[in-house]
């Protein structure tokens, strides 16, 4: 058997969700359920894996607006208050079941949400960042960055600006955050467009990730298919993902998600028991909703459903972690024989599917890297450590493309949700005209306006809410949320051309939509 790499790349993102003016906001639960089920669980394996001796090297996005969110303090006192309730809950559990054959289910979720708790309050002192922090500095993560708020920048290129502004800004934010500029970036829905290289060298961007066909595609054709980087005219390495290695963890139905013997994601107590039980815990609307405790596995083939058995769910993910170590040797061990050089693995994925989606996605990934380390044919590697032991790489003009579904841009401009580019469009080039006429400003009341005005385009600029739009997820919300950032915009533009001036509404938008503080509406100059 020959050796090769591996470069797994797990993209962290949220879209900027903060509701001050509510003690309990639906969405907000996105980012809290993703800590919970995401975040802490692999920052947890990474620490066993650390403590183990495992070698380890992952690359993971935290992007921007989940820096801001990690770092905001009515956020953070919203999930302090949601873990205490989660505890609260897991101890009526452990009463509510005594006897009962689910007891077993309950008294894992009580031991969990208490390790949870611990290693939240402990290791991580209460903000997600000091745990990504740490695995940078001992070199197990390669941490990389994403546009400033997801904003999908090949329908944001009529204003270069545009685009410029959500990679200078994510390049600042990142600095901020970790002490250091990053070296890559995760573009968001990995959409490409040409030319886009050369904004990225410009700040400093060394590297980024693409899907199979946008590589595939490329003019002339790559040498090694995606199981190499390129470069782009202007010296950027593009790594394209690996299709099998994808499929095998993605697909519910061919994937390994799909195992029966994992949990259930749409069984919840929240939807089971009777409301007056888990309504404190729940919307205080009075909507039901996810709680967080499951006590079914998958649905089999006949409808049945049977209790979750936690250890049961285990031995699958590590027979798992195996098969896909398996699968990759066998891969590498083939290219091998058309390469001059050892292949090169690319698994790309959302970091939100293992946690939430697939609940034992983090133990997947922690065996995995136990099977790379006891047979020592697959290593793991980040991008720029590749680059440096292969520094010489084709050159190709990679194809214009995304992630989405039919690998273009379909999901973020349709029938749907193409109303949304002709205001972003209109907003960008009055950022800019207005960031030219005040760029010499020092009347502290203007500079305000004008830093609030490019909050509003970067979040109404999220891609997000085109793609929810999209799905029909949460797209009421989509809708709501795009229209305010516009009006918005509009109401500030307004104001600092001296029409109105609120200062009272400022100040609430600063509160409310606090998303980059150090902002400098210079930028778009």
């Given amino acids: 058997m020959k050796q090769g790499y591996w470069l797994g790349v797990l993209h962290s993102h949220l879209p900027f969700v903060k509701h001050p003016e509510y003690d309990f906001y639906l969405e907000e639960q996105w980012l809290f359920e993703a800590i919970e089920e995401c975040y802490i669980p692999l920052l947890r394996n990474l620490k066993r894996l650390e403590e183990e001796g495992v070698y380890v090297r992952l690359s993971v996005s935290v992007t921007p607006p989940l820096i801001e969110m990690f770092n905001d303090a009515v956020l953070s006192e919203k999930f302090c208050l949601r873990l205490s309730r989660q505890l609260e809950l897991a101890a009526k559990e452990l009463e509510r079941l005594e006897g009962d054959p689910f007891y077993e289910t309950a008294l894992y979720y009580h031991e969990r949400f208490r390790s949870i708790s611990d290693f939240f309050y402990g290791f991580l002192e209460k903000n997600i960042l000091n745990g ?12 990389i960055t994403c546009g400033a708020t997801h904003g999908f920048l090949p329908l944001l290129s009529v204003n270069e600006k545009a685009v410029e502004a959500q990679i200078a800004q994510a390049v600042k934010v990142h600095t901020e955050a970790f002490g250091k500029a990053p070296r ?36 002339p054709s790559p040498r090694y298919g995606v199981f190499a980087p390129v470069y782009t005219p202007c010296r950027v390495a593009a790594f394209g ?3 099998e ?38 919307d205080p609307a009075g909507t039901r909703g996810f709680t967080g405790f499951k006590y079914y596995k998958i649905t089999n083939e006949r409808g049945d459903k049977h209790r979750y058995d936690p250890h049961a769910a285990q031995e699958a993910a590590q027979s798992h972690a195996s098969n896909f170590h398996f699968n990759r040797e066998r891969q590498i061990d083939y290219l091998s024989d058309y390469m001059d050089r050892p292949p090169l693995i690319v698994s790309p994925y959302d970091a939100e599917l293992f946690g939430h989606w697939w609940f034992e996605g983090p133990d997947f990934l922690y065996y995995f890297f136990k099977e790379c380390h006891t047979h020592g044919l697959i290593r793991p590697i980040s991008a720029p450590e590749y680059l440096e032991l292969y520094p010489v790489n084709q050159v190709i003009n990679p194809n214009p493309s995304s992630w989405g579904d039919r690998g273009y ?9 193409d109303w949304i580019y002709r205001h972003l469009h209109i907003m960008a080039d009055r950022m800019c005209e207005s960031a030219r006429r005040f760029a010499d400003i020092y009347e502290s009341r203007n500079i305000r306006i004008l830093n609030q005005m490019a ?13 929810l739009m999209t799905t029909g997820t949460a797209s009421e919300y989509s809708v709501r949320r795009t229209k305010e950032h516009i009006a918005n915009f509009n109401r ?3 104001m600092v051309h001296g029409k109105n001036v609120d200062e009272g509404f400022v100040e609430w ?10 902002i400098d509406f210079r930028i778009y100059r």
């Avoid at 139905?253 to 107590?269: A, L, N, Q, T, V």
């Fill in 509 to 518: 938008l600063e509160s409310k939509n606090s998303i980059f503080p150090s």
């Fill in 492 to 494: 500030l533009y307004d």
């Fill in 455 to 467: 909050r509003e385009l970067l979040l109404a600029q999220s891609s997000d809410w085109a793609f």
């Fill in 409 to 417: 841009f379909d999901v973020w401009i349709n029938g749907g949700n």
């Fill in 245 to 282: 290695s994808s499929k095998q963890v993605w697909s519910s139905k061919e994937g390994y998600p799909g195992d029966s013997r994992y949990r259930d994601f749409y069984r919840d107590i929240g939807y089971d028991l009777p409301f007056d039980y888990v309504a404190p815990y729940l």
């Fill in 241 to 243: 993902r690996d299709p």
């Fill in 184 to 219: 890559g970036i995760w573009l968001p829905e990995c959409a490409y467009y040409d030319g886009l290289d050369a904004l990225l060298a410009a700040h400093g961007i060394e590297y980024f990730f693409m899907d199979s066909h946008g590589i595939a595609l490329g003019e």
């Fill in 132 to 143: 990504y922090r740490y695995f940078e500095r001992n070199g197990m993560l390669e941490i």
